[in-house]
């Protein structure tokens, strides 16, 4: 007798623009990154075996959904194995990638009609399960892949729309190293630094929206200045105060060769300051400069596909 | 890793965030949780932010509701 065993993909994500901004109701620019996470189940003659342990509990509340949502018993004798090429908490989106493949995965499992739609709404579910209030934007293009423009327009109306795009660009993540302070020290030096200077946070913000919308050209093939707008950009957070004078003299060297880096998520002020988002016209001379300066890069493709079946 | 999420909004309009993310926030689970808001992955509401924050500055437990 086969054995139901089924395997299943979804990429992580990068903010490409308007991370802070986001928070104060501004646009921003999410998109699947060639970093996938892939989920495989198998039927299991007794006994329910995840690999690695440590994503038991997160198997478990997945399930948990899954049977409710989709009206289903059982799911206990299970051999469940998580491979991720996405770091996780480094803001790459792996819960969300996570939460999008073992959702498609108990679809094929089950046999039952692939339906993007009902597997993003099961994965936000899963999401909420996690963490509280998410926005639906990483479940969203981990489902989906590509390219996707959110804001919170108030705070029960969010927007998402997905992008046509012409553009793929290639560019390359560099880890600068775990920032001293804690996130949630960011988000309040943020919030503080709103509060302290509304107007000129404001300004920061608009710009920040510019620039978002240049991006959106950009993918459409209506403009060239890629590596122009991430400079533009990594300015403003720089004004917001969230990038630290390591990591500024780290994407000046880079800006000196010709490319551009901005950071991506949320940044930090004292020593590092998480994923940094670099591009060059010329990969190689990035390359060159990653080794001389003994950096932690990895290229990712922008606008990947989405979640997939990878057993053909 | 903490499952229990606690409702720092109201009965009427709940918030709820993890554990973590407000009496250790330095934790792997609550930086990642405040990454998230950071980059509009989790929404939080301008009240319940600005009270998410004053809970998560202090080195005590919260006062809200929890729930597993």
């Known amino acids: ?312 | 890793m903490s499952n229990v999420m606690v409702n720092i909004g109201t009965s009427e309009r709940p918030c709820f965030v993890p554990e973590n993310a407000l009496i250790a926030p330095q934790s792997p689970g609550g930086n990642s949780w405040w990454g998230k808001v950071a980059t509009g992955s989790v929404i939080v509401p301008e009240r319940e932010l600005l009270k998410a924050l004053k809970i998560s500055g202090k080195a005590g437990g919260s006062n809200g509701n929890k729930q597993s």
């Open chain 1, 1 to 312: 007798m086969e054995i139901n065993k089924v395997k299943v993909s979804a990429p992580g994500k990068i903010i490409l623009s308007g991370e802070h901004a986001v928070v104060y109701g501004y646009p921003e620019i999410l998109c699947a990154v060639d970093r996938r996470l892939s989920v495989e189940i198998e039927e299991a003659g007794v006994g329910f075996d995840v690999q690695p342990i440590e994503g038991k509990a997160l198997v478990e509340y997945a399930i948990e959904v899954v049977r409710t949502k989709l009206n289903v018993s059982g799911l206990r004798n299970l051999k469940i194995r998580i491979d991720s090429q996405i770091p996780i908490g480094s803001g790459l989106g792996s819960s969300a990638a996570f939460a999008v493949a073992i959702t498609a995965a108990f679809f094929e499992f089950l046999k039952l009609p692939r339906s993007l739609k009902k597997i993003n709404e099961i994965a936000y579910e899963i999401e909420k399960k996690q963490h509280g209030t998410p926005s639906g934007g990483d479940n969203t293009v981990s489902a989906y892949g590509g390219f996707l423009l959110y804001r919170k327009e108030t705070e029960v109306f969010k927007v998402f729309s997905p992008l046509k795009t012409k553009v793929f660009p290639s560019i390359f993540l560099i880890n600068s190293g775990k920032p001293e302070e804690n996130t949630g020290e960011m988000v309040k030096a943020v919030k503080n630094f709103v509060l302290k200077s509304p107007g000129q946070a404001e300004m920061i913000f608009k710009e920040m929206e510019k620039i978002t919308r240049s991006f959106l050209r950009y993918l459409s093939g209506e403009e060239q200045n890629f590596g122009d707008l991430i400079t533009r950009n990594e300015r403003l957070l720089e004004e917001l105060g969230v990038v630290s004078l390591k990591t500024k003299t780290l994407i000046q060297k880079i800006e000196a060769i010709g490319g551009s880096a901005k950071i991506s998520g949320a940044g930090g002020m004292k020593e590092n300051s998480g994923i940094i988002l670099a591009y060059h016209q010329d990969p190689k001379v990035l390359v060159k400069l990653a080794n001389e300066e003994k950096l932690d890069m990895f290229r990712v493709k922008l606008g990947e596909k989405g979640v997939k079946n990878e057993q053909g």
